[in-house]
């Protein structure tokens, strides 16, 4: 089973509005960590936010927030007031607390695209 | 400061030939990750050093796949007799060791494009 699914695989929004990037996940780790990489053209995984199992709020940065629903399992981007250079791809990825590797599990990424 | 570099950006070669590929970390992060990225997916694990301790290799697809770390510091993830399904982007991440439930950023680098051939 997919450990982290992005179920979009692109995705259009008008320059200056707000855009959802969804992801999901499935552990049975109940301390986990959830992040979010922005990868533009130029290949560079550029670290935009992250969340933990165990916080109380949703974490901000920014324009972008987290939509943490434990129960459901799923940590959706929101970036707000889009703007041109937020044209790339979005990898959601979890990093499970028990595993002593501690390396990161990567969904298949959303490729966003703002219109002008 | 130096971020995680890799050398060389781009790799051509002919189907059956070894590469080897070069991260330099961010200075001072004892952990280090190999990524492998082919065309239009997602990240998938290769290979994890921690300080002196021995390597996670559960990610590494074949035998054809090895990687070392020298003094804790530069890696060179090495591929043997390479096949067509090797070309990929690899990319290399540091971050200073894990505590507890804290989370330290894995920053990555800029990646080596491999084509096989």
């Known amino acids: 089973a997919q450990k982290i699914t992005q179920t979009q695989p692109g995705m259009f929004v008008q320059e200056k509005e707000a855009v959802t990037l969804d992801c999901t996940y499935d552990?049975?780790?109940?301390?986990?960590?959830l992040f979010w990489y922005k990868q533009p053209s130029s290949g560079e995984m550029i670290f935009l936010i992250y969340?933990?199992?165990?916080?109380?709020q949703n974490a901000t940065e920014g324009r972008y927030s987290l939509n943490f629903q434990k129960a459901r399992k799923s940590a959706n981007l929101v970036i707000s007031a889009s703007q041109l250079g937020d044209s790339a791809m979005y990898f959601c990825?979890?990093?499970?607390?028990?595993?002593?590797?501690?390396?990161?599990?990567f969904g298949g990424g959303t490729r966003l695209m703002v219109k002008p | 400061g130096a971020g995680v570099s890799q050398s060389p950006s781009n790799k051509v070669t002919e189907k059956g030939k070894d590469v080897e590929l070069r991260c330099d970390p961010i200075s001072g992060h004892t952990a280090l990750y190999w990524y492998r990225q082919s065309l239009g997916q997602g990240l998938e694990f290769l290979i994890y050093?921690?300080?002196?301790?021995?390597?996670?290799k559960s990610g590494l697809p074949s035998d054809r796949f090895s990687a070392e770390r020298t003094g804790g510091s530069v890696s060179t993830l090495t591929i043997q007799r390479t096949q067509q399904e090797d070309s990929a982007v690899y990319l290399c991440a540091s971050s200073r060791k894990m505590t507890g439930l804290s989370y330290n950023e894995q920053f990555f680098g800029p990646g080596t494009r491999l084509t096989v051939l």
């Open positions: 990825a979890m990093r499970e607390n028990d595993n002593a590797g501690n390396m990161l599990t």
């Open positions: 552990t049975s780790d109940p301390s986990y960590g």
């Open positions: 050093f921690q300080g002196n301790s021995a390597p996670d």
């Open positions: 969340q933990g199992s165990y916080d109380q």
